[in-house]
């Protein structure tokens, strides 16, 4: 029983002063060229009408034409075709190893087409939906066609791309990339939402990448909750799957933290009249 309680005591100590020393730097840490503009809600997939439509040209045009400064994209690196595939659905497999993906308007749809269409002075928040699965080899292979599509407009620097995976996502870094790690914390009412989001803030102090994404959670049992807030303190937030609640959205817009919100979940929803600008 001594020798228990002695190993639990250890690693408390430890966890403590990790957690310590972690807040202590993070001012540090943290990258002063992190999007910091007052119009914060993005459209999630563009303004779409049907559920083919998300993701689609179209919807992406139409969330910049009402407003947004920044859209949130799904998609895919397909190594055969060294091509970055916009879509949401994970594709099919054939017979002979081919990758279909859902056509937009009859045909696939690539971040190239988007950048080369929609890129002046516009960000993108980039689902990278299979980055966590990539070999060494095709990251560095992904990586080098990125390079190229992203010279438009200099839209490299408005890029951010989202994985779950801190050793993946900082390939994507030490590329001059911004990238978000993406991470499920417990919500308020778990007993162990303190040390859920503690121990994602470890990864994202150790591993080298530029802010956080997470989903908001429910109304009434939030994981973006005061615990989470207090544990994250200092570090740039990218919240999605935010509820449609015109008081949240106007409190979370003027939190300093909070950088980018996608407003609901699975539906076209157009909220770029929420912004923490101040009216002269």
Same mark, same amino acid.
């Given at each position: 029983?001594?020798?228990i309680?002695?190993?639990?005591?250890?690693f408390?100590?430890?966890?403590?002063?990790?957690?310590?020393?972690i807040?202590k730097?993070?001012?540090?840490?943290?990258?002063?060229?992190?999007?910091?503009?007052?119009h914060?809600?993005?459209?999630?997939r563009?303004?779409?009408?049907s559920?083919?439509?998300q993701?689609?040209l179209?919807?992406f045009?139409?969330a910049f034409?009402?407003?947004?400064?920044g859209?949130e994209?799904?998609?895919?690196?397909?190594?055969k075709?060294?091509?970055?595939?916009i879509?949401?659905?994970?594709? #099919?497999? %054939?017979?002979?190893g081919?990758?279909?993906? =859902?056509? /937009? $308007?009859g +045909?696939?749809l690539?971040?190239?087409?988007?950048?080369?269409?929609?890129?002046k002075g516009?960000?993108?928040?980039?689902?990278?939906?299979?980055?966590?699965?990539?070999?060494?080899?095709?990251?560095q292979k992904?990586?080098?066609r990125?390079?190229?599509?992203?010279?438009?407009?200099?839209?490299?620097?408005?890029v951010?791309?989202?994985?779950?995976t801190?050793?993946?996502?900082?390939?994507?870094?030490?590329a001059?990339?911004k990238?978000?790690?993406?991470?499920?914390?417990?919500?308020?009412?778990?007993?162990?939402?303190?040390?859920?989001?503690n121990?994602?803030?470890?990864?994202?102090?150790?591993y080298?990448?530029?802010?956080?994404?997470?989903?908001?959670? #429910?109304? %009434?049992?939030?994981?973006?909750?005061?615990i =989470?807030? /207090? $544990?994250? +303190?200092?570090?740039?937030t990218?919240?999605?799957?935010v509820?449609?609640?015109?008081?949240?959205l106007?409190?979370?817009?003027?939190k300093?933290?909070?950088r980018?919100?996608?407003?609901?979940?699975?539906?076209?929803i157009?909220?770029p009249?929420?912004?923490?600008?101040?009216?002269?």
């Amino acid at each position: 029983m001594k020798y228990i309680i002695s190993i639990i005591l250890f690693f408390t100590l430890l966890y403590n002063g990790v957690i310590f020393y972690i807040d202590k730097n993070m001012p540090q840490r943290v990258q002063a060229s992190v999007y910091d503009n007052c119009h914060k809600v993005w459209s999630s997939r563009g303004i779409y009408n049907s559920w083919p439509e998300q993701n689609s040209l179209l919807a992406f045009k139409r969330a910049f034409e009402v407003g947004h400064i920044g859209i949130e994209v799904d998609f895919y690196y397909d190594v055969k075709m060294n091509r970055f595939i916009i879509s949401h659905n994970r594709p #099919k497999k %054939d017979k002979e190893g081919n990758l279909h993906y =859902t056509l /937009k $308007n009859g +045909k696939l749809l690539t971040l190239e087409e988007l950048f080369k269409e929609t890129a002046k002075g516009h960000y993108y928040w980039l689902d990278y939906k299979n980055l966590d699965r990539l070999s060494d080899e095709d990251a560095q292979k992904a990586i080098k066609r990125l390079n190229i599509i992203t010279k438009v407009d200099n839209v490299k620097e408005r890029v951010y791309l989202e994985g779950s995976t801190p050793w993946h996502i900082e390939d994507y870094t030490n590329a001059g990339y911004k990238t978000l790690f993406a991470f499920q914390p417990l919500p308020h009412s778990s007993i162990i939402a303190s040390l859920s989001s503690n121990i994602y803030k470890i990864a994202y102090y150790f591993y080298d990448m530029t802010a956080i994404a997470m989903p908001y959670g #429910k109304l %009434d049992d939030a994981k973006y909750n005061v615990i =989470t807030q /207090k $544990n994250l +303190k200092g570090i740039p937030t990218f919240l999605f799957h935010v509820p449609n609640d015109d008081a949240l959205l106007h409190k979370l817009v003027k939190k300093k933290d909070v950088r980018v919100l996608l407003v609901g979940r699975d539906e076209s929803i157009s909220r770029p009249d929420i912004t923490s600008c101040s009216v002269n």
